[in-house]
């Protein structure tokens, strides 16, 4: 079975502080795991996925299969980042890359 | 190109009615997934269609819900005698490919809010 958990369902930082929305993991197999946003009144759309590694919008998540996390991180907040963030994870044993998701947090970012 | 769409975007039905939700994929899109997220929760797995082949319903709730998909193109999902626990959001979402290939980044439609009475 495979399960995604973002312990923090609200995340509230102050403009310019560096912020850490965290996800942890538990897959037996080897995941591929992404983050997905939804800015107000817009769809879900994909942020960023580990096997790129490569940094959007100023936000970096590295894997750690040690910790099995996969940590969502930005140095500097902007007020533009308030969204919903969702990690996701995909493991090679199920069909088609089907997600699992966690129950998202919601990032405010205050002026 | 246009995006994943769906219709309707809200659909209230009384308990015990059936409802068909349809999706439209991105053209040339041969993956295509149904999703649903109840308030406050993150989004589960129902189906996978991935072209011509079998479609993956391990994650259909009941039997009272099915889903179709014509070849590569729109995507029915049906929910039969309704209950309240079916109230959520319901999202498609498409992909060139699916499977664990480069090409595989999901793009999801704007959903549809679906509640039972």
């Known amino acids: 079975a495979q399960r995604v958990t973002q312990p923090e369902k609200l995340l509230s930082v102050f403009k310019g502080a560096p912020v850490e929305l965290k996800c942890n993991y538990s897959y037996s197999g080897s995941p591929e795991l992404f983050w997905y946003v939804q800015y107000s009144r817009q769809r879900l759309q994909l942020l960023l996925r580990h096997i790129s590694r490569e940094s959007i919008k100023g936000f970096t998540a590295d894997l750690n299969k040690g910790e099995t996390s996969f940590h969502l991180k930005k140095p500097f907040a902007q007020e533009e980042d308030s969204a919903m963030y969702y990690c996701a994870l995909s493991g090679a044993e199920t069909s088609g890359s089907r997600l699992t998701f966690g129950e998202g947090t919601q990032l405010t970012v205050n002026p | 190109g246009a995006g994943v769409s769906q219709s309707p975007s809200n659909k209230v039905t009384e308990k015990g009615k059936d409802v068909e939700l349809r999706c439209d994929p991105i053209s040339g899109h041969t993956a295509l997934y149904w999703y649903r997220q109840r308030l406050g929760q993150g989004l589960e797995f129902l189906i996978y269609f991935q072209g011509n082949s079998a479609p993956d319903k391990s994650g259909l709730p009941s039997d009272r819900f099915s889903a179709e998909r014509t070849g590569e193109s729109v995507s029915t999902l049906t929910i039969q005698r309704t209950q309240q626990e079916d109230s959520a959001v319901y999202l498609c979402?498409?992909?060139?490919?699916?499977?664990?290939?480069?090409?595989?980044?999901?793009?999801f439609g704007p959903g549809t809010r679906l509640t039972v009475l």
């Open positions: 979402a498409s992909s060139l490919v699916g499977g664990r290939a480069g090409r595989n980044e999901q793009f």
